[in-house]
């Protein structure tokens, strides 16, 4: 069963204006692009877990996706 948090998050990643994909480069860099959807934020990963995809609320609240 579903937490409240989880039902809370995936209603928030339905709504998203927009999805961010962001990847630590090291010594305090990181590399962040905007996408418009979820399926463009997943094809920017390169499948070693290490691409961070945000969702962004008309709010601007940000909610981890998941790792790509």
């Known amino acids: 069963m579903d937490t409240q948090v989880e039902i809370f998050e995936r209603e928030q990643i339905g709504r998203a204006v927009?999805?961010?994909a962001c990847r630590?480069?090291?010594?305090g860099r990181y590399s962040n692009e905007r996408t418009a959807t979820l399926a463009e934020?997943?094809?920017l990963g390169t499948g070693d877990g290490r691409l961070m995809l945000?969702?962004?609320t008309p709010e601007?609240?940000?909610i981890h996706v998941?790792?790509?």
């Not at 630590?24 to 010594?27: A, E, I, N």
């Open 60 to 62: 601007g609240w940000t």
């Open 18 to 20: 927009y999805f961010t």
């Open 41 to 43: 934020a997943r094809d």
């Open 24 to 27: 630590f480069l090291g010594r």
């Open 54 to 56: 945000y969702a962004v």
């Open 66 to 68: 998941e790792n790509v």
